[in-house]
């Protein structure tokens, strides 16, 4: 039997920030703590340590450099035409800090493609940024000058767009140069994605020696394929380089998986030692928390210690993923993966002076990058961060919609600001289901944001027995399932724990096929605003829920916890399709199944929670609804009712195989029948004297799911007083409680 978790610490400081977030009905990050520093206060409370925005600088989206004509060739965005009268800067791809103030900022290829980037010179960029920071200051990057990237040598031995011309300048359709180190000779070394290859230039931009290829891993681009079939995806090079602190090795990663890896979701690490000029054969893998993910940038910040950022496509509300995770490359799992630690989450960085505000998306008392190409990091001299963006110019907008993204620098300081606890337990229903598709990563990765303590996966099976996250098993409408024509075959009618019910079902589906699908908004009439991330998200494994949430940070400096409610338990295993066993094994092989693990699994059922008892050492919590009978008794003949269980002898009973109870709110404060909330009943204190936690569900905004004296308007989808029916609960000793809106509960709670 596990300890389920009393109380959870949340910050009186970022529960502030929520409110008002919560007040304006916008999604805006709502606090960060990344690789936490937890210290006592003078009171003995752990404070814990949050990365805080200390500087930050931009330059226009709009900014041209000399040169020739850019741009004839790229596409039309944001009100951006080309060609442009000069040399679009498109952003910084990578980044080296010279110490004194500038820095060598480096685009990529210029316009997405080697085919509409043949008048786009690469360059590297000496800038200078004047920060803003706390005391004010200009917030500009200042470009002072640049080197260009040329093959004067006549070192290339395929076609460039530069032959016959003196300079032979390289262009955005002969590489695609995406990262950049600097040697200890002053020379620079670029990592590219057409070969992928990398290229060895002096300190002028000339290149040095032919490009190092990636043997038996060429792209479709790659200027020697003969016949091969390309590993390396299109445009899924090196995005990423770092180098060694001796300067012996170099470290490209490859952004995406491999076209013939059969995970995808693994990346390589590899090594180049660059005094001999070839790769040395050793290999790390690292696993993004999507497939789709990539790896956006790379710096070693001391022996075998690399900075990695992950990253998603999307950008602005809809970005999930805009991470730095810390690895160490002497250090891997169970499964041979590099063990990462988040260092920050970019959508979620404290800025308690307000650095940027008014910017757009994202700036105000919480700053984040919310850019699609976040692919910078460097680890600056002092042990500040440095991030980036490549701005796609014109495509990107995530600042302000219809506005070209400027080029944005920002300092991070992980020892700035410092929070302390107070307690209560937040569990994000389905995510943050408030505010994104349910059971999506974006709406468990808004509930991480907005500072819950757990993340709530509903858990089904497929048809080859992966266990995904969807709130039941009929998924016609938390899916465009229906318009997809190769599945009208799949639409059917079952009865599912006596209900008959006709729609497409999980069972009937693999998981490769079910990845084809995209979540939708499963309550449009009440949630119109949830309905613009339609056709997004894919349908996450809970494998992929456990590993966001174990490498994520809570607000109050813990990891994240998940809360997994097996759904249909006795029916599933009707089908050949057990829930338990591959539950019990996925927190196996992710660490958790331990007592301490910050797991807890519950269900309306009995029996499978008696079995993921003997199964799993983990915190498990009984459900409980305001009537009927849990299934399994019905199947078994057992006569028994919700209402027996919450029996002080019912309560002491489930108490030799759980640690808590989820009840639904009107079984302990029932409403009466005007819809008011009536008087208390005992059982809150009847299941703490069974030595049992009490969880509430489910918490809502909006007037429906309210007291009538909570509610704001006869408008049935209007938002209400959340937190005042919040507040009458845990007047009553609920230990922690389910919310659709979490950052409106941890503001109420804190």
Request: charged share 25%; hydrophobic share 40%; net charge negative.
């Given at each position: 039997?596990?300890?389920?978790p009393?109380?959870?610490?949340?910050?009186?400081?970022?529960?502030l920030?929520?409110?008002?977030?919560?007040?304006?009905?916008?999604l805006?990050?709502?606090?960060?703590?990344?690789?936490?520093?937890?210290?006592?206060?003078?009171?003995?409370?752990?404070?814990?340590?949050a990365?805080?925005?200390?500087?930050?600088?931009?330059?226009?989206?709009?900014?041209?450099?000399?040169?020739?004509?850019?741009?004839?060739?790229?596409?039309?965005?944001?009100?951006?035409?080309?060609?442009?009268?000069?040399?679009?800067?498109?952003?910084?791809?990578?980044?080296?800090?010279?110490?004194?103030?500038?820095?060598?900022?480096?685009?990529?290829?210029?316009?997405?493609?080697?085919?509409?980037?043949?008048?786009?010179?690469?360059?590297?960029?000496?800038?200078?940024?004047?920060?803003?920071?706390?005391?004010?200051?200009?917030?500009?990057?200042?470009?002072?000058?640049?080197?260009?990237y040329?093959d004067?040598?006549?070192?290339?031995?395929?076609?460039?767009?530069?032959d016959?011309?003196?300079?032979?300048?390289?262009?955005?359709?002969?590489?695609?140069?995406?990262?950049?180190?600097?040697?200890?000779?002053?020379?620079?070394?670029?990592?590219?994605?057409?070969?992928?290859f990398?290229?060895?230039?002096?300190?002028?931009?000339?290149?040095?020696?032919?490009?190092?290829?990636?043997?038996?891993?060429?792209?479709?681009?790659?200027?020697?394929?003969?016949?091969?079939?390309?590993?390396?995806?299109?445009?899924?090079?090196?995005?990423?380089?770092?180098?060694?602190?001796?300067?012996?090795?170099?470290?490209?990663?490859?952004?995406?998986?491999?076209?013939?890896?059969?995970?995808?979701r693994?990346?390589?690490?590899?090594?180049?030692?660059?005094?001999?000029?070839?790769?040395?054969?050793?290999?790390?893998?690292?696993?993004t928390?999507?497939?789709?993910?990539v790896?956006g940038?790379?710096?070693?910040?001391k022996?075998?210690?690399?900075?990695?950022?992950?990253?998603?496509?999307?950008?602005?509300?809809?970005?999930?993923?805009?991470?730095?995770?810390?690895?160490?490359?002497?250090?891997?799992?169970?499964?041979?993966?590099?063990?990462?630690?988040?260092?920050?989450?970019?959508?979620?960085?404290?800025?308690?002076?307000?650095?940027?505000?008014?910017?757009?998306?994202?700036?105000?008392?919480?700053?984040?990058?919310?850019?699609?190409s976040?692919?910078?990091?460097?680890?600056?001299?002092?042990?500040?961060?440095?991030?980036?963006?490549?701005?796609?110019?014109?495509?990107?907008?995530?600042?302000?919609?219809?506005?070209?993204?400027?080029?944005?620098?920002?300092?991070i300081?992980?020892?700035?600001?410092?929070?302390?606890?107070?307690?209560?337990?937040?569990?994000?229903?389905?995510?943050?289901?408030?505010?994104?598709?349910?059971?999506?990563?974006?709406?468990y990765?808004?509930?991480?944001?907005?500072?819950?303590?757990?993340?709530?996966?509903?858990?089904?099976?497929?048809?080859?027995?992966?266990?995904?996250a969807?709130?039941?098993?009929?998924?016609?409408?938390?899916?465009?399932?229906?318009?997809?024509?190769?599945?009208?075959?799949?639409?059917?009618?079952?009865?599912?724990?006596?209900?008959?019910?006709?729609?497409?079902?999980?069972e009937?589906?693999?998981?490769?096929e079910?990845r084809?699908?995209?979540?939708?908004?499963?309550?449009?009439?009440?949630?119109?605003?949830?309905?613009?991330?339609?056709?997004?998200?894919?349908?996450?494994?809970?494998?992929?829920?456990?590993?966001?949430a174990?490498?994520?940070?809570?607000?109050?400096?813990?990891?994240?916890?998940?809360y997994?409610?097996t759904?249909?338990?006795?029916?599933?295993?009707?089908?050949?399709?057990?829930?338990?066993?591959?539950?019990?094994?996925?927190?196996?092989?992710?660490?958790?199944?331990?007592?301490?693990?910050?797991?807890?699994l519950?269900?309306?059922?009995?029996?499978?929670?008696?079995?993921?008892?003997?199964?799993?050492?983990?915190?498990?919590?009984?459900?409980?609804?305001?009537?009927?009978?849990?299934?399994?008794?019905?199947?078994?003949?057992?006569?028994?009712?919700?209402?027996?269980?919450?029996?002080?002898?019912?309560?002491?009973?489930?108490?030799?195989?759980?640690?808590?109870?989820?009840?639904?709110?009107?079984?302990?404060?029932?409403?009466?029948?005007?819809?008011?909330?009536?008087?208390p009943?005992?059982?809150?204190?009847?299941?703490?004297?069974?030595?049992?936690?009490?969880?509430?569900?489910?918490?809502?905004?909006?007037?429906?799911?309210?007291?009538?004296?909570?509610?704001?308007?006869?408008?049935?989808?209007?938002?209400?007083?959340?937190?005042?029916?919040?507040?009458?609960?845990?007047?009553?000793?609920?230990?922690?409680?389910?919310?659709?809106?979490?950052?409106?509960?941890?503001?109420?709670?804190?």
């Amino acid at each position: 039997m596990s300890r389920f978790p009393r109380s959870r610490a949340l910050p009186r400081v970022v529960a502030l920030t929520v409110a008002a977030v919560a007040a304006a009905s916008v999604l805006t990050p709502a606090a960060a703590l990344a690789a936490p520093d937890r210290a006592p206060s003078a009171s003995g409370i752990v404070k814990t340590v949050a990365p805080t925005l200390v500087a930050r600088a931009t330059l226009s989206a709009d900014h041209l450099e000399e040169g020739p004509p850019s741009g004839a060739l790229a596409s039309s965005a944001n009100g951006r035409t080309g060609p442009w009268d000069g040399q679009v800067i498109p952003g910084f791809s990578a980044a080296i800090d010279n110490g004194d103030g500038t820095f060598w900022a480096q685009p990529d290829n210029g316009f997405g493609s080697k085919g509409n980037s043949a008048d786009f010179l690469l360059r590297n960029y000496l800038v200078r940024p004047a920060w803003e920071t706390a005391a004010g200051g200009a917030g500009a990057i200042e470009v002072e000058r640049f080197i260009s990237y040329n093959d004067r040598n006549g070192v290339l031995d395929f076609p460039i767009v530069g032959d016959g011309t003196e300079e032979r300048l390289l262009t955005g359709a002969d590489f695609d140069i995406e990262s950049v180190v600097r040697a200890k000779d002053g020379t620079f070394w670029v990592g590219e994605e057409f070969g992928p290859f990398l290229l060895h230039f002096d300190a002028e931009g000339t290149l040095l020696e032919k490009p190092f290829s990636l043997d038996g891993a060429k792209s479709p681009q790659n200027p020697y394929l003969q016949g091969e079939t390309p590993r390396v995806r299109a445009s899924r090079g090196f995005e990423a380089l770092a180098a060694s602190k001796n300067g012996k090795f170099l470290y490209p990663i490859v952004e995406g998986s491999y076209a013939d890896d059969s995970d995808l979701r693994r990346r390589e690490v590899l090594e180049f030692d660059v005094k001999r000029g070839q790769y040395t054969g050793r290999t790390w893998s690292y696993q993004t928390d999507q497939e789709a993910n990539v790896i956006g940038d790379a710096f070693l910040t001391k022996s075998d210690r690399l900075l990695i950022v992950e990253r998603d496509d999307f950008e602005g509300d809809q970005a999930v993923t805009k991470r730095i995770y810390e690895v160490d490359l002497t250090r891997a799992d169970a499964e041979g993966y590099l063990e990462k630690t988040l260092v920050v989450d970019a959508l979620r960085i404290q800025n308690p002076d307000l650095i940027g505000d008014g910017d757009g998306y994202g700036t105000g008392a919480v700053y984040s990058l919310p850019v699609q190409s976040f692919e910078t990091v460097v680890q600056l001299k002092d042990g500040r961060l440095l991030i980036g963006n490549d701005n796609n110019y014109p495509g990107n907008d995530a600042r302000i919609a219809g506005t070209p993204d400027d080029t944005e620098f920002a300092v991070i300081d992980l020892q700035r600001a410092r929070i302390e606890p107070s307690e209560i337990t937040v569990v994000g229903h389905r995510g943050a289901s408030g505010h994104r598709p349910e059971h999506t990563l974006a709406a468990y990765e808004t509930a991480i944001v907005q500072c819950a303590d757990y993340i709530e996966p509903d858990v089904v099976s497929t048809k080859d027995g992966v266990l995904v996250a969807r709130h039941e098993n009929e998924i016609g409408g938390t899916t465009d399932v229906s318009t997809r024509t190769e599945f009208a075959d799949r639409r059917v009618t079952k009865t599912i724990d006596g209900a008959r019910i006709t729609g497409w079902f999980t069972e009937d589906f693999t998981l490769s096929e079910l990845r084809t699908l995209r979540a939708k908004e499963r309550l449009p009439q009440t949630r119109p605003a949830n309905t613009a991330f339609d056709g997004l998200y894919l349908v996450p494994t809970l494998d992929e829920v456990i590993d966001l949430a174990r490498h994520s940070v809570s607000c109050d400096g813990r990891p994240v916890g998940v809360y997994p409610e097996t759904k249909h338990p006795t029916y599933f295993d009707s089908i050949g399709l057990s829930l338990e066993e591959p539950l019990a094994a996925a927190l196996q092989a992710n660490g958790m199944d331990r007592a301490d693990a910050p797991v807890i699994l519950q269900s309306f059922e009995v029996a499978n929670l008696v079995e993921l008892n003997e199964l799993t050492d983990v915190s498990i919590a009984q459900l409980v609804s305001p009537s009927g009978r849990p299934y399994d008794f019905i199947a078994a003949g057992d006569p028994r009712t919700y209402k027996d269980l919450v029996t002080p002898a019912g309560l002491a009973e489930i108490a030799t195989y759980a640690d808590g109870v989820g009840l639904e709110k009107s079984v302990m404060i029932p409403r009466t029948p005007a819809g008011n909330l009536g008087t208390p009943t005992p059982v809150i204190a009847d299941a703490h004297a069974a030595g049992l936690s009490v969880h509430g569900w489910t918490f809502r905004l909006e007037n429906q799911f309210l007291p009538v004296e909570f509610r704001s308007s006869t408008d049935p989808n209007a938002p209400g007083d959340l937190a005042g029916e919040i507040r009458v609960f845990l007047e009553q000793g609920m230990d922690g409680l389910f919310s659709d809106q979490p950052g409106v509960a941890v503001a109420t709670v804190g």
